[in-house]
Structure formats: C-alpha cells, structure tokens
C-alpha cells in the first residue's frame, strides 16, 4: 500500500507544479478575486477528471495485458519527456506560468471546463494514471483506493498552495520558480524509471 501512496503523490506533485492552463486559471482568477475566492477552483479536478478516468481505464481494460505495458512504457517514455522539459526550464531560468488572456473563469465548473480542455489530463490518464490505476487494482481495491486518494488530495493540497502563494506574490521570486521546476523535474525522472522498470519486467516476464 506504502508504494501506492507515494505513487499517487509523485504523480500529482509533479502534475501540479508543471505549469498549463489550469495553472494559468489560478493566476487569473487571483488576480481579479483575490486567493481566498481562487481556493475552491483547487477541487475542479475531481469533476473533469471523471469522465477523462473513466473513458480511459475502460479501453485499458478491454485492451490485451501485453498492450496495456506497452501503454506503460510509453508512459515512462513520456514522463522522461516531461522531466526534460521541466529541467529545461530550470536551466534556463523560463517563467514557469503561462500568460492569460481575457476574462478568468469565475466558478469551479468553469475551472474543470479548463481542464476538460487541457490535452494533459488526457494523456496522463491513458499512458500514467490509468496503467497505474489498473495495477493497484490487480492487488486489490484498497490498494487503487489508497493510490486515488493520495493523488487527488495531493493534487488538491498543492493546488491549494499554489493559489495561496501566488496571492502572498510569493511566486514572483524566480528562485522559488526554479526550485519547483527542479522538484518536478526529479520526481518526473523517478516516476520515468519506475514505469519503464514496471513495463518492462511485465513484458519480459520477470515481474509475472
């Protein structure tokens, strides 16, 4: 259950601090209504990533195991890819937070609307979640409850940091952007090795 747990916030610290659209929401939506009124677009993900859940592990399911680590490597392969670009932005000192224009969403439902729109929830769910998800699973529901839960209160906590953060103007500082660039970059690295071991132990027999 322990390595569940901290699969599910590896997953989501490095998914949270990795900047996007959502990311560039929270910034809006503070600038206009301050961090207080921005702390509840924190939860959006557990609206818009139900039905993104739910369509993806069904046609993991129905797909052949063998394809299914196929899927898994190429999830590995893809948080490599993630690692490199957050590593980048750490060496070269790029402002992590994306810029925003026009109107900020003003609800929660509008947020997860952001995120429903967001290609990366999508691919994280069929090439990382997803697998992830179905592995826990073969061990028991407690053990994909346990690796569920950790993720989204992670997710949902760091959120919530964030937003406040960036309302105190604390992520103005360019040393505290490039810490959480590098902390990223990190766990997306392990979480790369730990797919490709899994992918391939499974694809060469070793892991059964």
Do not use: C
């Amino acid at each position: 259950m322990v390595s569940n747990i901290l699969i599910g916030i590896s997953i989501a610290l490095s998914a949270s601090l990795q900047p996007g659209p959502l990311q560039a929401f929270y910034l809006a939506k503070v600038a206009k209504n301050g961090w207080r009124k921005t702390l509840p677009a924190a939860f959006a993900p557990l609206i818009s990533d139900g039905p993104i859940a739910l369509v993806s592990i069904f046609f993991i399911n129905i797909l052949p195991v063998a394809f299914r680590n196929w899927l898994q490597l190429a999830g590995g392969i893809m948080l490599f890819y993630f690692a490199w670009s957050a590593l980048k932005s750490w060496q070269e000192d790029q402002d992590p937070e994306p810029k925003s224009s026009g109107s900020a969403p003003q609800t929660i439902f509008q947020a997860a609307l952001v995120n429903l729109l967001n290609p990366a929830p999508y691919l994280g769910w069929s090439l990382i979640m997803g697998p992830a998800i179905l592995t826990a699973w073969a061990e028991g529901p407690i053990m994909a409850a346990a690796l569920l839960i950790s993720f989204y209160f992670t997710m949902i906590s760091t959120s919530m940091v964030l937003i406040y953060l960036i309302g105190r103007t604390v992520l103005i500082s360019s040393g505290v952007k490039k810490t959480f660039n590098l902390v990223s970059a990190l766990l997306l690295t392990g979480l790369g090795f730990y797919f490709l071991y899994q992918a391939a132990g499974h694809l060469a027999g070793w892991l059964g």
